[in-house]
């Protein structure tokens, strides 16, 4: 299926010379949604996955209908203080606007998971490599990431080699 059709190009924001791409209009079209988790999870249904972890908040959309249809569980990755401990917690990394921390609650996260990461975007990958490195730290074995969007022009990818990647529109 061509998702980009259900992407929405808002130039200029949120600030000059940035090209937003808004998913609204895949979450909010009949079908497409549900169609977008499906084929996701059909790209890493023999991977043979312990849990899908969404990243805060966008990954918690389609993360668990892609963890539904593998029947396995499915983790989010929150804020700091958005979560009650125990939890593990992430590396430092970089925003446009300054720096944050994600955190995994610890009575989900087991050692020697098999784990899916599934984000909205990928972009420069400091987000999703933060909570790799978190997994691995913690005897994890993260097996691969899905994205309904890769900027590829940002070299994200780059960063998460050599961790196989899945996504459904590529700009």
């Given amino acids: 299926m061509d998702y980009k059709k259900y992407i929405h190009i808002v130039e200029d924001f949120p600030s ?5 791409k808004d998913i609204s209009p895949l979450l909010s079209t009949p079908g497409i949604m549900a169609a977008a988790a499906k084929d996701i999870a059909a790209k890493i249904k023999t991977r043979n996955l312990d849990m899908v972890v969404g990243i805060e908040s966008r990954g918690f959309i389609l993360g668990p209908m892609i963890a539904a249809e593998l029947n396995v569980g ?3 990755a929150r804020k700091v203080g958005k979560l009650p401990p125990p939890y593990i917690e992430t590396e430092e990394y970089k925003l446009e606007y300054g720096y944050a921390r994600l955190c995994l609650p610890t009575i989900s996260i087991k050692k020697g998971m098999r784990i899916h990461i599934h984000d909205d975007v990928l972009a420069t990958g400091g987000t999703v490599k933060s909570v790799i490195d978190c997994l691995i730290k913690n005897n994890c074995i993260v097996d691969s990431c899905s994205f309904i969007i890769d ?3 940002l070299n994200g990818a780059e960063k998460l080699k050599p961790i196989p990647l899945f996504s459904l529109i590529d700009y």
């Fill in 151 to 153: 900027l590829s022009f």
């Fill in 74 to 76: 499915f983790v989010m």
């Fill in 16 to 20: 000059p010379g940035i090209s937003f």
